[in-house]
Protein backbone atom coordinates (compact mmCIF):
# COMPACT_ATOMS: atom_id res chain seq x y z
CA UNK A 1 0.00 0.00 0.00
CA UNK A 2 2.81 2.30 0.26
CA UNK A 3 6.42 3.68 -0.95
CA UNK A 4 9.03 5.93 0.44
CA UNK A 5 12.27 7.34 0.73
CA UNK A 6 13.39 8.24 3.85
CA UNK A 7 16.96 10.83 3.73
CA UNK A 8 19.57 13.14 5.11
CA UNK A 9 21.36 15.80 3.25
CA UNK A 10 24.70 16.64 4.92
CA UNK A 11 25.46 19.88 3.07
CA UNK A 12 22.30 21.20 4.20
CA UNK A 13 21.70 19.26 7.18
CA UNK A 14 18.10 18.60 6.23
CA UNK A 15 15.92 15.67 6.71
CA UNK A 16 13.37 14.62 5.17
CA UNK A 17 10.45 11.90 3.76
CA UNK A 18 8.81 11.53 0.77
CA UNK A 19 5.71 8.89 0.33
CA UNK A 20 2.63 7.42 -1.49
CA UNK A 21 0.11 4.90 -0.85
CA UNK A 22 -3.27 3.70 -1.93
CA UNK A 23 -4.50 4.74 1.27
CA UNK A 24 -6.14 8.09 1.80
CA UNK A 25 -3.88 10.74 3.82
CA UNK A 26 -0.61 8.58 3.92
CA UNK A 27 1.32 12.00 5.35
CA UNK A 28 -1.46 12.58 8.15
CA UNK A 29 0.09 8.90 9.55
CA UNK A 30 3.61 7.39 8.47
CA UNK A 31 6.48 10.20 7.84
CA UNK A 32 8.08 11.21 11.38
CA UNK A 33 10.54 13.76 11.74
CA UNK A 34 12.51 15.53 14.37
CA UNK A 35 15.13 18.78 13.61
CA UNK A 36 18.59 17.40 14.73
CA UNK A 37 17.64 13.82 15.46
CA UNK A 38 16.10 11.84 12.48
CA UNK A 39 13.44 10.99 10.04
CA UNK A 40 11.11 7.44 10.49
CA UNK A 41 8.74 5.89 7.99
CA UNK A 42 6.17 3.89 9.90
CA UNK A 43 4.13 2.38 7.13
CA UNK A 44 2.73 -1.03 6.06
CA UNK A 45 -0.04 -1.70 8.53
CA UNK A 46 0.69 1.17 10.32
CA UNK A 47 1.20 2.45 14.22
CA UNK A 48 2.00 5.99 13.72
CA UNK A 49 3.63 5.90 17.48
CA UNK A 50 6.37 3.84 16.23
CA UNK A 51 8.09 7.32 14.73
CA UNK A 52 7.73 9.03 17.88
CA UNK A 53 9.24 6.38 20.16
CA UNK A 54 12.00 6.11 17.72
CA UNK A 55 12.96 9.39 17.40
CA UNK A 56 12.35 10.13 21.12
CA UNK A 57 14.94 7.01 21.43
CA UNK A 58 17.36 8.76 18.92
CA UNK A 59 17.27 12.07 20.78
CA UNK A 60 18.76 10.10 24.11
CA UNK A 61 21.77 8.98 22.10
CA UNK A 62 20.30 5.47 20.44
CA UNK A 63 21.66 4.63 17.07
CA UNK A 64 18.93 3.96 14.29
CA UNK A 65 19.33 0.47 14.79
CA UNK A 66 19.08 0.65 18.48
CA UNK A 67 15.55 2.94 18.55
CA UNK A 68 14.01 0.75 16.08
CA UNK A 69 14.76 -2.39 17.62
CA UNK A 70 13.57 -1.10 21.05
CA UNK A 71 10.75 0.50 19.56
CA UNK A 72 9.61 -2.76 17.84
CA UNK A 73 10.03 -4.44 20.72
CA UNK A 74 7.32 -2.50 23.01
CA UNK A 75 5.16 -3.53 19.71
CA UNK A 76 3.20 -6.77 20.32
CA UNK A 77 2.11 -6.61 16.50
CA UNK A 78 5.54 -5.58 15.02
CA UNK A 79 5.34 -8.37 12.71
CA UNK A 80 2.54 -5.87 10.79
CA UNK A 81 4.97 -3.24 10.56
CA UNK A 82 7.97 -1.62 8.02
CA UNK A 83 10.12 0.70 8.89
CA UNK A 84 12.48 2.82 7.67
CA UNK A 85 14.72 5.24 9.96
CA UNK A 86 17.46 7.53 9.43
CA UNK A 87 19.70 10.04 11.41
CA UNK A 88 21.96 13.07 11.17
CA UNK A 89 24.47 11.32 10.28
CA UNK A 90 23.17 8.85 7.57
CA UNK A 91 22.75 6.22 9.31
CA UNK A 92 20.25 3.89 8.32
CA UNK A 93 17.74 1.14 9.88
CA UNK A 94 14.61 -1.09 8.49
CA UNK A 95 12.58 -3.49 9.04
CA UNK A 96 9.79 -5.77 7.60
CA UNK A 97 7.92 -7.74 9.61
CA UNK A 98 6.83 -11.20 8.49
CA UNK A 99 2.86 -9.87 7.81
CA UNK A 100 4.36 -7.09 5.72
CA UNK A 101 1.90 -7.22 2.48
CA UNK A 102 2.21 -7.88 -0.76
CA UNK A 103 5.43 -7.66 -2.47
CA UNK A 104 7.69 -5.95 0.15
CA UNK A 105 11.20 -4.59 -0.30
CA UNK A 106 13.53 -2.22 1.81
CA UNK A 107 17.06 -1.11 0.19
CA UNK A 108 19.72 1.40 2.11
CA UNK A 109 21.26 3.58 -0.03
CA UNK A 110 24.04 6.39 0.84
CA UNK A 111 22.50 9.18 3.15
CA UNK A 112 18.72 7.27 2.39
CA UNK A 113 16.34 4.36 2.74
CA UNK A 114 13.64 3.37 0.62
CA UNK A 115 11.10 0.80 1.52
CA UNK A 116 7.60 -0.48 -0.09
CA UNK A 117 4.81 -2.94 0.02
CA UNK A 118 2.22 -4.40 -2.66
CA UNK A 119 4.76 -3.46 -5.01
CA UNK A 120 3.86 -4.50 -8.52
CA UNK A 121 7.43 -5.78 -8.51
CA UNK A 122 10.73 -5.37 -5.80
CA UNK A 123 12.95 -3.22 -8.11
CA UNK A 124 10.15 -0.19 -7.67
CA UNK A 125 12.46 0.67 -4.51
CA UNK A 126 16.22 0.11 -6.34
CA UNK A 127 14.60 2.70 -8.73
CA UNK A 128 14.23 5.14 -6.03
CA UNK A 129 17.41 4.94 -4.09
CA UNK A 130 19.32 4.96 -7.59
CA UNK A 131 17.45 7.95 -8.92
CA UNK A 132 18.31 9.47 -5.07
CA UNK A 133 21.52 8.97 -5.40
CA UNK A 134 22.13 10.46 -8.76
CA UNK A 135 20.81 13.77 -8.08
CA UNK A 136 21.87 16.97 -6.72
CA UNK A 137 20.03 20.42 -5.44
CA UNK A 138 17.31 21.06 -3.21
CA UNK A 139 16.50 17.68 -0.57
CA UNK A 140 12.81 17.85 -1.30
CA UNK A 141 13.09 17.61 -5.35
CA UNK A 142 15.62 14.99 -5.08
CA UNK A 143 12.55 13.23 -2.58
CA UNK A 144 10.16 13.73 -5.40
CA UNK A 145 12.27 12.63 -8.17
CA UNK A 146 12.94 9.82 -6.21
CA UNK A 147 9.36 9.40 -5.23
CA UNK A 148 8.61 9.81 -9.13
CA UNK A 149 10.87 7.31 -10.45
CA UNK A 150 9.28 4.53 -8.30
CA UNK A 151 5.89 4.88 -9.67
CA UNK A 152 7.65 5.09 -13.12
CA UNK A 153 9.40 1.72 -12.50
CA UNK A 154 5.68 0.72 -11.50
CA UNK A 155 4.97 1.77 -8.17
CA UNK A 156 2.81 -0.25 -6.02
CA UNK A 157 0.59 -3.01 -7.20
CA UNK A 158 -2.72 -0.92 -7.71
CA UNK A 159 -3.07 2.78 -7.95
CA UNK A 160 -1.76 5.35 -5.87
CA UNK A 161 -4.18 7.90 -4.37
CA UNK A 162 -2.26 10.24 -1.71
CA UNK A 163 1.32 11.30 -1.46
CA UNK A 164 3.19 13.39 1.02
CA UNK A 165 6.81 15.56 1.53
CA UNK A 166 8.27 16.69 4.64
CA UNK A 167 11.60 18.22 5.28
CA UNK A 168 12.88 19.81 8.60
CA UNK A 169 16.13 21.74 9.41
CA UNK A 170 17.36 23.80 11.85
CA UNK A 171 13.58 24.50 12.87
CA UNK A 172 11.30 23.01 15.25
CA UNK A 173 8.57 22.84 12.58
CA UNK A 174 8.84 21.39 9.14
CA UNK A 175 9.84 23.77 6.14
CA UNK A 176 8.18 21.74 3.77
CA UNK A 177 4.93 19.56 4.97
CA UNK A 178 2.62 19.04 1.38
CA UNK A 179 0.53 16.56 1.53
CA UNK A 180 -1.75 15.32 -1.60
CA UNK A 181 -4.65 13.77 0.95
CA UNK A 182 -6.81 12.17 -2.34
CA UNK A 183 -6.23 11.87 -5.98
CA UNK A 184 -8.27 10.03 -8.11
CA UNK A 185 -4.89 9.33 -9.98
CA UNK A 186 -1.18 10.66 -10.53
CA UNK A 187 -1.26 12.06 -6.38
CA UNK A 188 2.60 12.52 -7.00
CA UNK A 189 2.49 14.31 -10.21
CA UNK A 190 -0.02 16.88 -7.83
CA UNK A 191 2.54 16.66 -5.01
CA UNK A 192 5.20 17.38 -7.51
CA UNK A 193 3.42 20.69 -8.67
CA UNK A 194 2.63 21.79 -5.24
CA UNK A 195 6.18 22.10 -4.62
CA UNK A 196 6.95 23.93 -7.51
CA UNK A 197 4.54 26.29 -6.71
CA UNK A 198 5.36 26.49 -2.96
CA UNK A 199 9.12 26.52 -3.35
CA UNK A 200 9.91 30.32 -4.22
CA UNK A 201 7.72 31.37 -1.49
CA UNK A 202 9.69 28.53 1.18
CA UNK A 203 12.27 30.67 2.15
CA UNK A 204 9.54 34.03 2.83
CA UNK A 205 7.54 32.14 5.68
CA UNK A 206 10.69 31.12 7.41
CA UNK A 207 11.44 34.58 7.22
CA UNK A 208 7.78 35.85 8.44
CA UNK A 209 8.32 33.49 11.04
CA UNK A 210 11.50 34.48 12.24
CA UNK A 211 11.35 38.23 11.98
CA UNK A 212 7.72 39.34 10.98
CA UNK A 213 9.44 43.16 10.12
CA UNK A 214 10.65 41.53 7.08
CA UNK A 215 7.97 39.60 6.01
CA UNK A 216 6.69 40.00 2.45
CA UNK A 217 3.30 41.23 1.52
CA UNK A 218 1.74 38.70 -0.78
CA UNK A 219 -0.82 41.19 -2.48
CA UNK A 220 -4.00 39.80 -0.45
CA UNK A 221 -6.41 42.04 0.89
CA UNK A 222 -5.14 43.39 4.01
CA UNK A 223 -1.90 43.28 2.83
CA UNK A 224 -0.89 44.74 0.01
Known amino acids: MTISITAFCPESGQLGIAISSSSIAVGARCPWLLS ?32 LKASLSDDKFSAYRQVAVIDTHGQTACFSGTETLGIHHMVKGHHCVAAGNMLSQSNVIDAMIQAFEASSGELTTRLIDALTAGINQGGEAGPEHSAAVKVVDDYTWPIVDLRVDWADEDPVGELSKLWQDYEPQMQAYVTRALDPRQAPSYGVPGDE
Open 36 to 67: GVGAVSSQNITLPALGQKILVRMETGLTPDQA
